[in-house]
């Protein structure tokens, strides 16, 4: 029973702890007032000082002893009172207690009993950041204890609880921690073990300061990572550098002193350097120089943790940039080109990236598109790449629905760099962009159109868009006139054969044009005589082997198309398949010792995308068109430089 | 096939036959008593007097020994009032065969039946038919009129008599209008011929059915006619029982190619038998057939399809949705080639035994000319050949243009190939480049399941020197640089500019035919004769046409010294012998060519400037 005093003023946290106690199921109180209440309680305790032993015997009779029931008890409190701060500050308060009424060999063996389950070992984590807020233990009691818990989350996302504990510890028992550093260190840390020595110098750093008698072994215990002749130790030492309050944030000529000392290229201590600046980047009054810093270190070559790292901090320096300290967005702007191109399997960059510019659009725009010509001009084969995967295809929906979509396209389309129009043209398909602003096409040079229409010709895209493409730039064309405007009816000629999605949307699109509607209607023709002709008892023969060819043809496209579906969609991948052997149109699912009732009904799904005729009738000259069309791109691309020379 | 067609054959095969079916030891005899017989059950109801037994040994009627007393076959009606007598002849109707050959007395007979059977007492009327599959004279007519005038007109006072007369015109206009079916045949072919029959109706043209069992099956009854007939009996039967096939099955739609290769085995069993035979009689009948029967044939398809032919990418469109149909409309495409192409070859042949003077010969060479053009031009399908073998395509093709005096034209085709084959000899294109080894099963499984490894090969080639080789026949201006191009891209597969690629040289390939090639060539694919391993004839892309054609010439000198003359057998057209290769898929001998291109007087002295 919990006592009557502590039952009359927490009713409902009286009652959740007795049913902790007896229950053998969870029972989080169902009902929105009995969890208010709850709620309420806690925030109440939590914020008084009465001891808590009285609660703890009365749960447990006297005297109390955290056993094995304990233990068990209060591994259960976010089943039973919800997960909260103020749950993990109660239980917190509730191990404290229990572990005074220890004696200092039951101290280690109560500690590691917290964390023997894997179920329960996150929560376990959670509620001993107070405890070690409160209770100072050595470095022998808690060694083992920390041993295991950094083994068994190490390699989780999810270490939040493990690290509060470390840094309590080192708030709490800050000169034990310096003891427990040294022997962690003796072992020889490797990989993310690292990291725990890393933290805890970095939070040591700002413990000592406010007990400077602990200054001269902290001190000895910096100088033992810094030149104990380990490039893992070094860049360890560099990256504690990066945590502290504002005033600690380490200043310019000890930063440039431990670059010069350390910092080598593709070293780990170049990748921790990173890092540091990564945390200075947005500290005033440190900023100018880690910018500065940030352009040095710059490269395409930069390690990969090292590139995400200075990646992070431009684009963060990017976004937090308003519009009156542009000069600074430009520099970012310049320190993030350097960094290009991005791998394709630079998913964290990525992740970044998109982030930024989804951050930009909202606030930004012009930015935006900076950001977007830079990325296209100089990492454009890896954005293709990501594009074509339909990673972060959020991106081209939220470009349509902020009505940017055509002004990207129209930056990246007239974009000199190859990759870029390329770009340019795959947000034009995937985001429907309905056409080119008449501003746009006026302020295009000859060369920038007919560089957009090679473009086109020799990708493969999206016909309907082809055709509002082609539509938009065909007055132009016919007022450059010439052998342009010859391969260009010729194109959309061509184009009108191929696709039916090309021919409807171009008439629709040109139909006021002088020609194309022509073009359209000549196409259809051509098309009907074709599949007439192809009627011909001269043509009706089968050629020996053809239905063998075409049944494994068919065989082999529909179990790539199965793959496909199932590599890509969320839902297959996550059921086994089963493969249906009778019954094609019902089914009833057996579980445990029965059939499901009611049958249910199959659904059937398909999709339809219309093959282009012409790369199956005539691949031979699609192949020579685009070829062709890639050579006289080269041969542009040389004049153009020297046309934009001469221009500017 | 026009009316006229089929009376002609018709009438060639009946007018060929004899009196009575038999066997006998030099071969069968064919006889019209199986075609009146099938035309009596057609017409005059029910037989109750036949010259010989049904189903005898070896599939041939057994001739009775009794006395006919001038009555060889005679028909009741099914309401037994009216009889039918035939009386058969294979002589002519003269004035000399009247007695010498009993017409007068088989007729004399034959106006007195005994009807005393209990069969026979319904009948109401007697009709006694004189039939002979030889033409006639006025005198003998005459006789028969003057007979038939002195000739009772009643039997035993209460039955009818009335006498007339078929002769080779009534008999072939009755047998077209009744008997055009398998029973026409000879009982022993009637089997073979209704199951070709109905195969043909029921197959696809080209579809593993066809393959597998029609053609062999119509391959056999072929061969089994020619081997057991004698005389011209055999080349006359051949066309008469592919009408009755085609009759059968033309309403399939794809039986209008389907008929002209069966029309090609054919022509090929019958050139094989005319070699063979010394008989001058079957020399006309191969002949007729060649020229009047196939080439007719092909020219009338030709004719009448070549707008649709000639409509853009009627072929290509064929099958869409795979790489699979693009092979198979090349395929297509080249088979129509090679039919165009084997109309010009017979046409230019000297040797050709149809009649066509110069001028008219010129004007078809143009015309045939034409409808490659226009084929080519409207069907990319041409330009993309698959297998090594299609070089006997495109010799077609080249000799059509050749032949027309359009060597420009043929220049230009050339190029068109060169730039398709280009990416394909490169690796950048999904179709395979030609190589000898692979077969159209090879190709279509690489473009269906595209397997690593490949299970095609581009390493060897007898095409690319061929295609070098004929550019040597074209004006020097149009020769050098292309020589130069396909040297440079399809032997070395090397780029234009810029570094030269790391693709391996072509190992172009050459052949030496049997002496005996036109012989061999009609029997079955030629595995005699010896390959020439040529290699590329430089190894650098810089390498001039000069340089080249070097090399080509200094190849035709060594070939020719080895095997110093071609022999053609002259008697049968060349056109013939090609076809027996397109069928067979053996290669040409590189001699059809090089006689133009590296002409004798001039290939051992010194090349063209």
Redesign the interface.
């Known amino acids: 029973m919990t006592p009557e005093v502590f039952a009359a003023r927490y009713p409902h946290l009286a009652a959740v702890l007795m049913a902790m106690k007896t229950a053998t199921s969870a029972n989080f109180p169902p009902d929105e007032g009995s969890r208010a209440g709850l709620g309420k309680e806690l925030v109440d305790l939590n914020q008084s000082t009465e001891s808590l032993h009285n609660v703890l015997e009365g749960l447990f009779g006297q005297p109390f002893r955290p056993n094995e029931d304990f233990v068990h008890f209060s591994l259960r409190a976010y089943d039973f009172l919800g997960v909260s701060n103020d749950v993990c500050v109660f239980m917190g308060r509730l191990w404290a207690e229990a572990i005074s009424a220890c004696d200092v060999s039951q101290r280690g063996a109560f500690l590691m009993k917290l964390i023997e389950e894997r179920e329960t070992l996150f929560g376990a984590l959670d509620f001993a950041v107070e405890l070690f807020g409160r209770v100072k233990f050595t470095a022998n009691e808690v060694f083992p204890w920390i041993e295991k818990a950094h083994h068994s989350v190490g390699k989780d996302l999810f270490q939040r609880g493990f690290w509060g504990c470390l840094e309590a510890y080192c708030t709490k028992s800050t000169e034990e921690a310096i003891t427990f550093v040294g022997r962690w260190l003796d072992t020889n840390p490797q990989g993310p073990s690292l990291g725990v020595a890393t933290n805890m110098i970095a939070w040591l750093r700002l413990a000592v300061v406010s007990d400077h008698s602990l200054s001269p072994r902290f001190a000895a215990i910096e100088e033992r990572v810094r030149g104990g002749g380990h490039s893992a130790w070094r860049a360890l030492y560099i990256q504690s550098r990066a945590y502290g309050v504002p005033h600690l944030v380490i200043g310019e000529q000890e930063a440039l002193q431990l670059r010069d000392e350390y910092v080598r290229h593709g070293s780990e201590e170049e990748v921790a350097w990173c890092f540091l600046l990564n945390s200075v980047l947005h500290v005033k009054p440190h900023e100018e120089w880690a910018r500065r810093e940030a352009r040095r270190i710059s490269r395409p070559q930069l390690p990969e943790p090292a590139k995400y790292w200075v990646a992070v901090a431009t684009l963060d320096g990017l976004a937090s940039c308003s519009d009156h300290v542009s000069d600074h967005a430009d520099e970012y702007l310049a320190i993030f080109s350097q960094l290009l191109p991005i791998g394709a399997e630079s998913t964290g960059i990525w992740e970044h990236v998109y982030g930024t510019l989804k951050s930009l659009l909202d606030t930004r725009t012009e930015m935006a598109r900076t950001l977007m010509k830079t990325l296209a001009a100089h990492s454009g084969e890896t954005w293709l790449k990501i594009a074509r995967d339909r990673q972060f295809a959020s991106l081209f929906h939220l470009l349509r629905q902020k009505n940017l979509h055509r002004f990207v396209a129209e930056d990246l389309c007239f974009h000199q760099n190859v990759t870029a129009r390329h770009l340019g043209l795959v947000i034009f398909s995937d985001c429907n962009v309905e056409g080119i602003s008449t501003e746009a096409l006026n302020a295009a040079t000859d060369t920038q159109i007919e560089l957009l229409f090679l473009e086109a010709l020799r990708r493969l895209m999206d016909f309907g868009a082809l055709a509002r493409l082609q539509s938009c730039i065909a007055t132009r064309i016919d007022s450059i006139g010439g052998d342009l405007a010859t391969l260009f009816h010729e194109e959309c000629a061509l184009q009108c054969l191929n696709t039916y999605k090309y021919r409807s949307e171009l008439a629709t699109c040109a139909r006021n044009h002088e020609y194309l509607p022509d073009i359209v209607a000549d196409a259809t023709e051509r098309l009907a005589n074709t599949a007439a002709a192809s009627k011909s008892p001269a043509l009706q023969m089968e050629v020996p082997g053809m239905a063998r060819a075409q049944r494994m043809h068919d065989s082999k496209f529909v179990r790539e198309v199965a793959k496909s579906v199932k590599e890509h969609s969320v839902f297959l991948s996550s059921f086994p398949t089963v493969t249906i052997l009778y019954g094609g149109n019902e089914f009833r699912t057996f579980v445990g010792d029965r059939l499901m009732e009611g049958p249910s009904k199959m659904h059937r799904s398909s999709a339809e995308v219309e093959v282009p005729r012409l790369e199956f009738v005539d691949p031979e000259t699609m192949h020579l068109r685009r070829v062709a069309a890639s050579n006289r791109i080269a041969q542009l691309q040389g004049r153009d430089i020297t046309e934009s020379g001469r221009e500017s | 096939m026009n009316p006229e067609s089929v009376k002609s054959f018709v009438t060639y095969y009946l007018q060929g036959l004899t009196e009575r079916t038999r066997r006998e030891k030099s071969g069968a005899k064919w006889g019209i008593d199986w075609v009146v017989y099938n035309l009596g059950l057609a017409k005059f109801g029910k037989p109750i007097r036949l010259p010989f037994i049904r189903s005898g040994d070896l599939g041939y009627p057994q001739s009775k020994s009794e006395a006919e007393f001038g009555i060889d076959l005679a028909f009741l009606s099914d309401d037994n009032r009216e009889l039918t007598i035939f009386v058969l002849k294979d002589e002519p109707l003269t004035n000399g065969t009247w007695t010498r050959n009993d017409f007068d007395r088989d007729l004399r007979m034959a106006i007195a039946p005994d009807l005393r059977a209990q069969e026979l007492s319904s009948v109401e009327s007697v009709a006694i038919v004189l039939v002979y599959n030889k033409d006639d004279q006025q005198n003998g007519v005459e006789l028969f009129e003057r007979f038939v005038a002195a000739a009772p007109t009643k039997i035993a006072d209460h039955v009818r008599l009335s006498l007339t007369r078929w002769n080779l015109s009534d008999l072939v206009e009755l047998t077209i209008q009744h008997v055009l079916s398998p029973s026409l045949l000879p009982e022993r072919f009637f089997g073979q011929l209704s199951y070709v029959s109905a195969q043909a109706a029921d197959f696809?043209?080209?579809?593993?059915a066809?393959?597998t069992q029609l053609v062999p099956n119509w391959r056999r009854l072929v061969e089994d006619v020619l081997a057991e007939s004698d005389g011209s009996r055999g080349p006359a039967l051949i066309p008469v029982a592919l009408i009755i096939v085609r009759q059968h099955a033309t309403s399939g739609?794809?039986?209008?190619?389907?008929w002209i290769e069966l029309l090609e085995w054919s022509a090929v069993a019958l050139w094989r038998l005319y070699i063979k035979s010394s008989d001058e009689i079957v020399a006309v009948g191969v002949r007729r057939f060649w020229s009047d029967f196939y080439l007719a044939e092909l020219e009338h398809?030709y004719r009448t399809?070549i707008?649709?032919?000639a409509?853009?990418?009627?072929?290509?469109?064929?099958?869409?949705?795979?790489?699979?149909?693009?092979?198979?409309?090349a395929?297509?495409a080249h088979?129509?080639i090679a039919r165009l192409g084997l109309l010009s070859v017979d046409l230019e042949d000297r040797r050709n035994v149809s009649p066509r003077g110069p001028d008219e010969r010129a004007e078809k060479l143009r015309e045939v000319a034409n409808w490659m053009a226009m084929l080519v031009n409207a069907n990319?399908s041409v330009?993309?050949p698959l297998l090594d073998i299609q070089h006997i395509e495109w010799f077609l093709l080249a000799s059509t243009f050749r032949n027309a005096g359009r060597l420009e034209d043929l220049a230009h085709v050339i190029g068109g190939l060169v730039?398709?084959l280009y990416?394909?000899r490169l690796g950048?294109?999904?179709?395979p480049f030609i190589d000898g080894a692979n077969s159209?099963?090879n190709v279509?499984?690489q473009?269906?399941?595209k397997p690593d490894p490949p299970v095609v090969l581009c390493q060897s080639s007898f095409f690319i020197l061929m295609l070098l080789e004929l550019c040597c026949m074209l004006p020097n201006d149009l020769r050098d640089p292309l020589v130069a191009l396909i040297h440079r891209r399809l032997v070395l597969g090397a780029f234009d500019v810029g570094d030269p690629g790391v693709e391996r040289p072509l190992d172009l390939m050459s052949w030496l035919p049997p002496a005996d090639w036109s012989k061999e060539v009609l029997e079955d694919q030629i595995v005699e004769g010896q390959c020439v391993a040529v290699g590329a004839f430089a190894n650098k892309r810089e390498a001039t046409a000069k340089e080249i054609l070097e090399g080509m010439h200094r190849l035709v000198t060594c070939m020719r010294a080895v095997q110093p003359e071609f022999e053609h057998l002259h008697a049968v057209p060349m056109a013939a012998c090609i076809l027996s290769s397109l069928l067979h898929g053996t290669p040409l001998p590189p001699e059809l060519w090089r006689q133009w291109a590296f002409p004798i007087h001039s290939a051992d002295t010194e090349m063209k400037d």
């Not at chain 2, 696809?204 to 593993?208: A, C, D, N």
């Not at chain 2, 739609?253 to 389907?258: I, K, L, Q, R, V």
């Open positions: 696809r043209h080209g579809s593993e066809w393959q739609p794809s039986f209008a190619t389907g398809f399809h707008g649709d032919l409509t853009e990418h009627s072929i290509d469109t064929l099958p869409l949705g795979s790489l699979v149909g693009t092979v198979a409309s395929y297509v088979w129509h990319v330009f993309r730039s398709r990416p394909r950048r294109s999904s179709l159209l099963t279509f499984e473009v269906a399941l």
